[in-house]
């Protein structure tokens, strides 16, 4: 297992992003298919300016991505990079449940509660 000081900058990168919730709910609507940013700033008492601006980070990170469509230009998320960042989450995961097991294996030979 990589030590905590090992960092993966596209991996802090996406998580920093998903840190505000206004991004977390665009990929969450992105989840369900492609949008415009306008499509995407309708339900928000943003600006377009502002949804764009955060279509920009989320993309930076790599979990968005924006293609050209005529004058359109659609929003989809990259499920792949999203795979990444649960991947990690499901190591810490299991890495955490290991631990404690072995606690509570530990703990079990006990039969004194100090």
């Known amino acids: ?6 960092s993966d ?19 969450s609507r992105l989840a369900r298919g492609e949008a ?3 499509e995407l700033a309708e339900p928000f008492d943003l600006t377009p300016q502002a949804i764009s601006h955060h279509v920009g980070v989320l993309r930076r990170c790599g979990l968005v991505e924006q293609r050209r469509d ?4 659609p929003c989809r998320l990259r499920v792949d990079q999203l795979a990444l960042l649960g991947a990690w989450i ?3 995961r299991r890495a955490w449940n290991d631990r404690l097991d072995a606690l509570d294996a530990h703990l079990g030979g006990r039969t004194d509660p100090r």
């Open 1 to 6: 297992m990589p030590s905590p000081a090992t």
């Open 9 to 27: 900058p596209d991996l802090d990168h996406a998580f920093a992003a998903l840190g505000d919730p206004v991004r977390r709910a665009l990929v």
């Open 36 to 38: 415009t940013v306008g």
């Open 70 to 73: 005529g004058t359109r230009r």
């Open 90 to 92: 499901d190591d810490q």
